[in-house]
């Protein structure tokens, strides 16, 4: 379960942010997750309400995640199509010379601090 390690980094990441600010504490977290970042969402979320208890400042922080759809690019006939229904084939011209240019992110959308 990878979701626990993403977690401790993001919340790392949050905890520094609201230190360097001198906010009392962050109250709302929204993240941008891709639908083909292997992140399960419900998981994530159980060790997110694990890893919150053990901080300073998000023992009362929501988590919101927004999904983003994967999207890849065909190089051979230069459209973009979606990613979780053709994978690596291009449904416009069959070629394999394709990328997955969205889709695979986790992102701090932004934070709401008190």
């Known amino acids: 379960m990878h979701e626990l390690g993403i977690v401790m ?5 949050v905890e520094q942010v609201a230190k360097e600010n001198n906010v009392q504490k962050v109250t709302n977290l929204r993240l ?3 639908e083909v970042s292997s ?9 997110f309400e694990w890893a919150k208890k053990r901080t300073d400042y998000l023992k009362e922080c929501d988590l919101e995640l927004i999904i983003l759809e994967g ?3 065909c190089r051979s006939c230069e459209k973009t199509y979606k990613t979780t229904e053709y994978a690596k084939v291009c449904p416009y011209c069959g070629s394999h010379d394709t990328y997955l240019i969205t889709g695979n992110e986790v992102n701090i959308k932004d934070i709401q601090v008190v």
Do not use: N, R
């Open 9 to 13: 980094k993001v919340v790392d990441e």
């Open 32 to 34: 941008e997750v891709g």
């Open 39 to 47: 992140i399960v969402p419900d998981l994530f979320k159980d060790c």
């Open 71 to 73: 999207v890849s690019y």
